[in-house]
């Protein structure tokens, strides 16, 4: 089965930027959708962002104007940048994606902690 990993999380002070990446074992760019989720401790996993291959990119409401997913065909890989982090969005970010309608199982997520 396709196995997903994410990378790029780290520590930024609120109002900074991280750009994480997510790239497959085999090609993402037949996978639909692909996205993002995230969880913080003691909360459940939200959606944050899909990308479809028509193109449509629905967010959540909390990242709205703030992140930026998008399909990197040059890397094969699925991004979000993240702009204007606040320390709410503190989190493990997991990349989420579906082959021929079957949820592929998560990756084991990376950090992003937004502190001061």
């Known amino acids: 089965q396709v196995q997903l990993m994410e990378s790029g999380g780290g520590l930024v002070h609120p109002g900074g930027s991280l750009r994480l990446s997510c790239v497959a074992s085999?090609?993402?760019?037949?996978?639909?959708?692909v996205g993002w989720y995230r969880q913080a401790p003691g909360k459940e996993r939200d959606l944050v962002a899909y990308s479809y291959l028509t193109g449509q990119t629905p967010y959540a409401n909390f990242v709205k104007g703030r992140f930026t997913i998008s399909r990197d065909k040059a890397k094969d890989a699925v991004t979000l940048q993240m702009n204007s982090l606040k320390p709410e969005d503190t989190a493990v970010y997991y990349c989420?994606?579906?082959?021929?309608?079957?949820?592929?199982?998560w990756g084991p997520g990376t950090q992003v902690t937004v502190s001061a």
């Open positions: 085999g090609s993402i760019s037949n996978l639909n959708p």
């Open positions: 989420y994606a579906k082959e021929r309608g079957i949820h592929i199982n």
